[in-house]
């Protein structure tokens, strides 16, 4: 390592069911690319979710909180909440510590893989802090729950502004707002009227609105018209597993929580119990987001050599894990996407 290695502090949540083993992958696979181009890592790792609280007592450690403070820059595998108790999400949770209200996934067909839709290129933006996810849940009696959904001008007219930039900036031509304003006409008008007045402010993209049901009929019949969705945090949640569907599963999808000045970058997966421990688990979703993490901070080189190392394997076709049809494992995958690089 020459002396001019520029070292990156970053905070690891391996998290939860197959969290540890495809933490363990893509941390091996970033060192690799890291070797490559001049950049080294100091993780700082904390243990979070429904098995640390089993373990410890704590879901998510103030020093964990604190360490993501100082670093700015997480990456996180998926993690459990634990069953009653009325603990609430470490991601909803995270989110509204550190006020990442971008939440950012990327939905690319990998070459190699047989679906149904070849060449699938979007982004989804889904804004992350508000909406039915806030949190705020009354039993009114006990018969009747209240869940608010929470919409406002500040928070949608953000996240617009965040996929109209990124628009502008990537040549991305058309962006899709998705709602359901004809039941919800004044939570989802209004998210409707934020981004209609963002989308003014950019005539060179072509500005559409979708209706929510239409647009989960819409991605299955023709999903190449859309190129960027833009939602709310609900339908950006099932869209982005209705997305994955297309391109192979949801051990594809990346996924970035982007705030004014801290970014946790996590796949869009969940801890998939079924298959922890077992060497099962595709760790292409969180290396993808390791990719987006490398971009994030200013290694793009170290990015796009792993980036190609991944499309490498997969065009190849002989070392994939089984959820995308191939037979190996999560470490036969990691080595071969070390030999790829
Ligand atoms: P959550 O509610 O935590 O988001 P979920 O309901 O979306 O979770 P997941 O845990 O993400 O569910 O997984 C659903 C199924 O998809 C799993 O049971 C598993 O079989 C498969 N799966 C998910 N992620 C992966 C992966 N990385 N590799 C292989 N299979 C996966």
């Known amino acids: 390592m020459s002396a001019l290695t520029h070292i990156h502090k970053i905070t690891l949540i391996p998290g939860d069911g197959i969290g540890p083993e495809v933490a363990a992958a893509m941390v091996s696979v970033v060192e690799a690319a890291g070797k490559l181009t001049g950049c080294a890592f100091e993780w700082h790792s904390f243990e979070c979710g429904a098995e640390a609280y089993e373990k410890n007592g704590e879901i998510l450690p103030q020093a964990a909180l604190d360490s993501i403070a100082a670093d700015k820059v997480a990456i996180k595998g998926p993690t459990a909440t634990p069953i009653g108790g009325g603990f609430s999400s470490i991601n909803v949770a995270m989110r509204k510590k550190f006020d990442l209200y971008n939440n950012f996934r990327p939905v690319k067909s990998l070459p190699g893989i047989k679906t149904n839709y070849p060449g699938i290129d979007m982004i989804i933006f889904r804004e992350n802090t508000e909406d039915l996810y806030?949190?705020?849940?009354?039993?009114?009696?006990?018969?009747?729950?209240?869940?608010?959904?929470?919409?406002?001008?500040?928070?949608?007219?953000?996240?617009?502004?965040?996929?109209?930039?990124?628009?502008?900036?990537?040549?991305?031509?058309?962006?899709?707002a998705i709602h359901k304003a004809n039941i919800m006409k004044k939570s989802d008008g209004l998210f409707l009227e934020c981004c209609k007045a963002v989308a003014a402010e950019y005539p060179e993209i072509t500005y559409a609105e979708h209706i929510v049901d239409n647009t989960?009929?819409?991605?299955?019949?023709?999903?190449?018209?859309?190129?960027?969705?833009?939602?709310?945090?609900?339908?950006?949640?099932?869209?982005?597993?209705?997305c994955s569907g297309l391109i192979g599963g949801l051990g594809l999808v990346p996924g970035a929580n982007l705030g004014a000045d801290t970014a946790i970058f996590e796949a869009v997966h969940g801890s998939a119990?079924?298959?922890?421990?077992?060497?099962?688990a595709n760790p292409t979703a969180l290396i993808q987001?390791?990719?987006?993490?490398?971009?994030?901070i200013d290694e793009a080189e170290a990015a796009n050599k792993l980036q190609a190392a991944v499309e490498k394997v997969y065009a190849e076709g002989k070392s994939t894990t089984r959820d995308v049809g191939?037979?190996?494992?999560?470490?036969?995958?990691?080595?071969?996407?070390i030999a790829a690089l």
């Open 216 to 242: 989960c009929m819409q991605l299955v019949m023709n999903p190449y018209q859309y190129d960027v969705i833009l939602t709310e945090n609900l339908y950006g949640d099932i869209l982005s597993d209705l």
């Open 273 to 280: 119990p079924d298959i922890a421990g077992q060497d099962k």
């Open 326 to 337: 191939g037979s190996v494992g999560t470490k036969a995958f990691t080595e071969a996407v």
């Open 134 to 176: 806030a949190g705020l849940e009354v039993m009114i009696n006990p018969d009747i729950a209240q869940s608010l959904k929470i919409i406002t001008r500040k928070g949608s007219t953000r996240i617009a502004r965040s996929a109209f930039e990124y628009a502008k900036k990537h040549g991305r031509k058309k962006i899709h």
């Open 289 to 296: 987001s390791a990719v987006l993490m490398l971009h994030h």
